[in-house]
């Protein structure tokens, strides 16, 4: 029988103490949602069911205690850090869900400069440890856009990227390993070890997780040398994508590793470089970090290779290091964006895909094309790639609309998630994944079956086989 939100309440008030379960209903309506429905939050008006609680975990037996409590009373939970998710992760499907927020658990444990590792609890801002790694002249490598507000927890549990992945990798590539509690309050551990062929590589079943399956309550991740002083930066401008990606490709083919490898397109370009872009440019920029050797022959092969497409104009690098010491996102710039949505009623949204090189250019156009034909009230429709891999890279796309003839709840369906579904269709039809890394949350469900084709089995049997009762983040990566 399931319980009543009262006996839900009381019950986590038995595990955690009073103070720390949380059920004013202003906190519990914000948090029904993620930014996937942030409109909802800017102007007030909420459509999800409301959760029961908040809790807040301080440790690793509480949270297990807690998924102990909720598999027996099949109660549903949405575990949660820095709230960052944009694509519905964090959004409430079903009524008296209970939030397990692991933001107070943000002990960093040890940066271990000898074999080049930090651990952290998940409720560490990645900021706060990149700062401590920095002290040491280190760095974790890894600078997602929100690395001033999201918390390794979620970085984790969403696959994270960062802006230096083309160096770095993604958090994939930075985990050593963790611990992670599962449905029923079993608590594992994933030992560190530089690599290990036991069998397979069971971090990928808790990495990119979404909280579907368990949840992560401390991460080690490794360090690299941090050399600012030899960062340089190339930019060039250029009338089409197709060239920009190809230039892209040369380089990743030749086997140089920038930090930062991008081309934006015109529209995403005006956003960013208009005080050197003309209105149709594209903009083709490099970052080389590292030892100092390194560097030097990183940026002379990128000159060499974007040499051989005489249609790029070089610009002044000072214009990209500029660009590039105003790239991330803390609470203001996020309070400032929700305020010009609230004045103006004009949304930007983004979603990216990768591909392969052959057919990105193709993505990249059929989908831009459509958003624009097909979607009403469109302000801008452009894009940039900025994540490049040997075999492909990702295609960021950046729109803008104003929200016309109906309410802020329903922006979602009349202009979003069409726009999703065209890029998700245009993607699959070519072969590409319809998430590059922000996760499937929410708003992706309705293609995670053809994303995942005839390996959509594994995904299905890895949910039953650790969460049978079914209570981890319901409707987030499986469809309801
Ligand atoms: C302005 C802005 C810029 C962004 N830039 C980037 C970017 O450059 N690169 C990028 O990859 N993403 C980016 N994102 C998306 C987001 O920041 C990432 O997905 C981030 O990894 C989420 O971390 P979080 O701590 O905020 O997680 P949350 O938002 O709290 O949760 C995200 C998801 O992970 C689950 N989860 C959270 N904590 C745990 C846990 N401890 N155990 C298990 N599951 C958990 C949640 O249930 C949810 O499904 C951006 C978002 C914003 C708002």
């Not at 409430?92 to 590792?117: H, W």
């Not at 530089?194 to 909280?211: F, K, L, Q, S």
């Not at 892209?248 to 529209?267: H, I, Q, T």
């Not at 949304?347 to 034909?373: K, P």
Request: aromatic share 8%; net charge negative; glycine share 10%.
């Amino acid at each position: 029988m399931h319980l009543s939100r009262e006996a839900i309440v009381a019950g986590l008030e038995q595990i955690v103490g009073p103070d720390d379960v949380i059920t004013d209903e202003a906190v519990l309506t914000q948090s029904s949602i993620d930014n996937f429905r942030k409109l909802e939050n800017i102007f007030g008006v909420h459509t999800r069911p409301l959760p029961a609680a908040v809790v807040m975990a301080r440790s690793t037996e509480k949270v297990a205690e807690i998924l102990r409590f909720a598999d027996e009373h099949r109660v549903n939970v949405i575990p949660r850090t820095g709230a960052t998710a944009t694509e519905g992760g964090l959004e409430s499907a079903v009524a008296d869900s209970v939030i397990i927020d692991g933001s107070a658990m943000n002990q960093i444990l040890e940066i271990d400069a000898y074999n080049m590792q930090a651990s952290a609890q998940c409720g560490v801002p990645l900021q706060v440890l990149e700062d401590r790694a920095r002290e040491q002249g280190l760095t974790t490598g890894h600078s997602p856009q929100s690395k001033p507000v999201a918390h390794m927890g979620g970085l984790v549990a969403t696959r994270s990227i960062g802006q230096f992945s083309t160096l770095y990798g993604g958090i994939e590539d930075m985990v050593v390993g963790l611990e992670a509690v599962f449905p029923g309050g079993r608590v594992t551990r994933i030992k560190n070890v530089p690599r290990r062929a036991a069998g397979p590589d069971i971090r990928h079943v808790v990495i990119g997780n979404e909280g579907a399956l368990c949840f992560i309550t401390e991460v080690t991740v490794k360090l690299f040398p941090y050399f600012p002083e030899n960062n340089t930066f190339l930019g060039w401008t250029l009338k089409d994508m197709k060239t920009g990606f190809e230039v892209l490709r040369e380089v990743m083919v030749s086997g140089y590793k920038p930090s930062v490898a991008r081309v934006y397109d015109p529209g995403d370009a005006g956003l960013h470089f208009s005080h050197f872009a003309e209105a149709d440019d594209c903009v083709l920029l490099f970052m080389a970090e590292g030892p100092a050797g390194i560097v030097k022959a990183t940026a002379e092969g990128i000159e060499a290779i974007v040499a051989g497409h005489t249609e790029c104009t070089k610009v002044d690098s000072e214009y990209i290091s500029t660009w590039f010491n105003d790239l991330c996102w803390g609470p203001d710039k996020i309070t400032q964006e929700d305020e010009r949505i609230r004045q103006t009623h004009n949304v930007n949204r983004t979603t990216e895909i990768s591909a392969g090189w052959s057919c990105i250019n193709d993505i990249y156009q059929a989908a831009r094309a459509r958003i624009v034909s097909e979607i009403p009230d469109i302000t801008m429709a452009g894009g940039h790639s900025s994540h490049s891999y040997i075999n492909g890279t990702n295609m960021y796309f950046n729109y803008f609309y104003n929200i016309v003839g109906c309410g802020p709840e329903e922006e979602v369906t009349k202009y979003y998630l069409p726009i999703i579904g065209i890029i998700c269709e245009e993607t699959l039809r070519r072969g590409g994944s319809i998430v590059h890394h922000h996760g499937i949350g929410k708003a992706r469900t309705p293609w995670v079956k053809e994303e995942y084709g005839s390996s959509y089995c594994i995904l299905e049997t890895l949910k039953h086989a650790f969460d049978p009762n079914g209570i981890m983040n319901t409707g987030t990566i499986i469809p309801r």
